[in-house]
């Protein structure tokens, strides 16, 4: 039994450091793993502070999502998870720059510990033309 699923895979964000694909895109859906803040050419944390973390993990969505040739206006759903909810504000603020018009929903959570101790996690599901 086919599936018609699609693997999406780019050079331009990050590798899995697990199990998993960067995304899986079926028709016209795209579900996009959560992004830390590596950097795709090095896999190091790119760090400093929330805000850099929040910018590397956009341009990683972004990256994952032009590899589906999708961009941010398709995304309907985004989950955003936080090691503090104090964070909030300044990752909010950053968010929002990638969207333009209509945002997609979201949840926000704050968990005990996220991958490499990083601050911020972002996972979306975009729906594109087919």
Same mark, same amino acid.
């Given at each position: 039994?086919?599936? !018609?699923? &699609?693997?999406?895979?780019?050079?331009?964000? $990050?590798?899995?450091?697990?199990?998993?694909?960067?995304?899986?895109?079926?028709?016209?859906? *795209?579900?996009?793993?959560?992004?830390?803040? *590596? /950097? $795709?050419?090095?896999?190091?944390?790119?760090?400093? /502070?929330?805000?850099?973390?929040?910018?590397?993990?956009?341009?990683?969505? &972004?990256?994952?999502? !032009?590899?589906?040739?999708? /961009? +941010?206006?398709?995304?309907?759903?985004?989950?955003?998870?936080?090691?503090?909810?104090?964070? +909030? $504000?300044?990752? !909010?603020?950053?968010?929002?720059?990638?969207?333009?018009?209509?945002? $997609?929903?979201?949840?926000?959570?704050?968990? &005990?510990? *996220?991958? &490499? !101790?990083?601050?911020?996690?972002?996972?979306?599901?975009?729906?594109?033309?087919?």
């Amino acid at each position: 039994m086919s599936t !018609n699923k &699609k693997i999406i895979h780019t050079e331009s964000a $990050p590798a899995p450091i697990g199990p998993y694909s960067q995304g899986v895109k079926k028709g016209n859906m *795209l579900f996009v793993s959560g992004q830390i803040a *590596l /950097d $795709p050419l090095t896999q190091e944390l790119v760090g400093g /502070d929330v805000e850099a973390e929040a910018h590397q993990v956009m341009k990683n969505l &972004k990256a994952v999502l !032009n590899a589906a040739g999708m /961009d +941010f206006s398709e995304v309907i759903k985004t989950s955003i998870f936080l090691s503090d909810m104090s964070l +909030f $504000p300044k990752v !909010n603020e950053i968010y929002g720059q990638y969207f333009t018009g209509e945002f $997609p929903a979201r949840e926000t959570v704050a968990v &005990k510990g *996220l991958p &490499k !101790n990083v601050n911020v996690e972002i996972s979306a599901v975009a729906i594109g033309n087919e």
